[in-house]
DNA sequence: GATGAATGAGGATTCATTCAT
DNA sequence: GATGAATGAATCCTCATTCAT
């Protein structure tokens, strides 16, 4: 056996749950994994924890991962996608609303995953998850990109910054809002980061212009 | 030397090396635990490679630190404060090329440390520690801000932007040079993410003025 | 058998094993721990010793004893009240044959135990099991003491010695009897300080009467 | 080099200390030995906390002795015979009052050693020693039969009890007397104790003339 | 399928002893 | 002689993984 067989993303499973009640363990499982891993860091868990916290017994974990980098890769394969933005149309919205919603939406769901607490310490340990890992920020830079060039072409957006580098610094300050509410402890913060953003991507007068519009 | 000099945030050395040779190793072990931390990630890292590398027997090790945690936190406490910024004159100088200086600088500054690789995991399991860096990233935060409210005054930055939540911008941003030169690969990137950091706090119209004073 | 039976003194066990053949296991254990701390001493000996010498890995031992200080703890616990002497019935019994038997009975159990050897090193240095063994000898003590009054107020005993010190004398002697046997090497010296012991007691021709009440 | 080499008593010293300031250190280190195999038992103590104790470096400990055991020894060679008790003249003395001060005297020889209280552990490992304090031991036994078979040539001591047991019984009821103290708290116990070996020892009546002798 | 007891390699730490200064 | 830093074998204990029930 090659010892690269389970280099698709997930690996085989050590069997395939066809039923509810397994589908259930799994679930369970999966889900005290998130819940252990964000509370104690994913180095300091261990599969017999994971076990007892889903209810199941220390083996029956390894009837469905085959380890907890597994489970680990599990969670984010089912997740990862979900934080990908919507394509906004530019000239049906007020963008500082937008992004201010935006941003509560993402910190929300990053809060949901809590994966952002533990992922810096795996990719660093794990390069194959790393991979997923920067896979999926590929896409959301992608998408963000792709917004911000349909707004070039429309005239809406700085002319002479580089939109890479601004939809890449959207995306960075979007993912550190959980950093930054806790450093600075204001939950209100969104419409002024939301602004800051807007700076980057609108000249003031168009901005104006497309407050105006909205309503 | 006073043999209090160091007891501040790290707590009492098992031992306060006095002689040439024990400084030698000490500075040996430091050097080791932060090319393996980097190399390998924390948890990965026992006292006994950190002590082999450094060319010394495992025992050495624990004469010098009581355990890892300690040597980790030596190095934070040594070159966190090599971290901050400069306070920046902004009539004397033109500010796209400061700040992509200023990238440049971080950037290689914190690839030497390479402990902004490791810190997210540590964070999450040693409060303690934790605590040690929020304090550092509050003292950059305020150099930034400072310098912020300074050019306020004098009626160059942009008047409806919270300075606040654009200092924090700005210093997240340039902690994850490393990774966005990762993601994207160009190194000569600094300008485009300093024309992008410029346009958060002056306006187009002032930067052009500053850029002039400047020639 | 409820799951709180054996939480007194010692502690909750890692594991209270449910199962039969972990009993089997826990006893095993027990037993090797026994053995070895006589033969070698308890500082000597080792977790992972008694675990190979009871047929099982490092790491069970650690499933049923959180370390050998705990496993010590619960041999203790199992027999020191063994040692308690039955109250005997003065008139009912020749004294001397009384205390030989008596004398021969507590040998063999301390044998068995084997424990009084390593209780003196292991009393130093735990303070918390030095307490159980004191309130151990001080039943002892008592039970001596108080057979030693009843037959005081039959008026069969020394009116002039000081029963508390002569019960403790009966408990020293008692517990030397290994020593004693071992550095005279005489196997049949219970009746010899058997009579002694009655010479403490009872006055001769007390002794003589109750030898005759006997027959 | 035979692995037997220092199978005399205490060994060769690695140097026979012939100068002043050596014999103050060996003294040094024979005295915080002690010190701290009483205070926190053989096992506790290493060979660095002794020497610093002592104030003096770790080396030069083994400059002095091989290593602790050596020490050990070298303490009981010197203390070991002082616990041997005088010959007495039943004739001339009160012997309750004699007894007494003799247990007092031997109590406070033993304190003063504080060795009593390590020997247990020390016996089970290295029977060497082990051999050197049954060796005084019987030395102590032999002068208290001695003294009683003289007694006994006199026809003042019990016709029916065994010397020997008799003789090792005192002994043992001596060597307990840090326990007895301990245990009951009551430190004038030494006349109760006293009266207790006498009544072993001499009828009631041969005691009573005895006693008028003294006087 | 599920269980959880058992495994044992591996990490953290200590300390008796040596030896360069 | 004296020093105390250095050594590394040995100990304690944990935990990912297996497997008999």
Redesign the pocket.
Known sequence: MSEHEDEQLVGEYP?L???K??QQ?RDALLESGRALFIEKGYEQT???EIASHAG????????YF???RQLMMSLLEDQLEKLLPPEPNWTNVDPESFFATLLEQHYKRLNRLGLHRVLPELLLKDPQLAEVVAEARKKIHARILVSLKNAREQGIVWADLDLDTVSWSIMVLSDKIPEKLTECGNQADYSKLAKVICRLVFPPDVLKQLKLNKK
């Open positions: 069997s749950p066809k039923q009640r397994s363990k261990n599969a017999k199941v017994a220390t083996g029956t974990f390894y009837r085959t380890d907890k």
